[in-house]
Nanobody, 127 residues
Framework: QVQLVESGGGLVQAGGSLRLSCVRSGRIVRTYAMGWFRQAPGKEREFVAAIGRPTDETHYADSVKGRFAISRDGASNTAYLQMNSLKPEDTAVYYC????????????????????WGQGTQVTVSS
């Protein structure tokens, strides 16, 4: 079993930055991809970013490309989402996810592939 715990959410003004963290514990497998999804009020959950194995390739939703960056620290089993130039439309609950397997590109956008989920952290961007 794998546990994911997110942190780093909060309230920020438009144009500001936040960094989300996701600590993974439990069963440690080197093949895990890590990802971030978000869900705004009244909307469906949507893909944000993913970082895969074994090459740490990254994939982003078009809406965040150039503003967000996903990374990972293998030593601490932590994934990060650096969010810059935040916009009010980025307001959502952000969820960390883990996926056991090798995939690439737009495949990561399918939330049904992801095996484990965190509880979410709220990000609010004021205008």
């Amino acid at each position: 079993q794998v546990q994911l715990v997110e942190s780093g959410g909060g309230l920020v003004q438009a144009g500001g930055s936040l960094r989300l963290s996701c600590v993974r514990s439990g069963r440690i497998v080197r093949t895990y991809a890590m990802g971030w999804f978000r869900q705004a009020p009244g909307k469906e959950r949507e893909f944000v970013a993913a970082i895969g194995r074994p090459t740490d390739e990254t994939h982003y939703a078009d809406s965040v490309k150039g503003r967000f960056a996903i990374s990972r620290d293998g030593a601490s089993n932590t994934a990060y989402l650096q969010m810059n130039s935040l916009k009010p439309e980025d307001t959502a609950v952000y969820y960390c996810a883990a996926l056991d397997g090798y995939y690439s590109g737009s495949t990561y956008e399918n939330e049904h592939l992801w095996d484990y989920w965190g509880q979410g952290t709220q990000v609010t961007v004021s205008s």
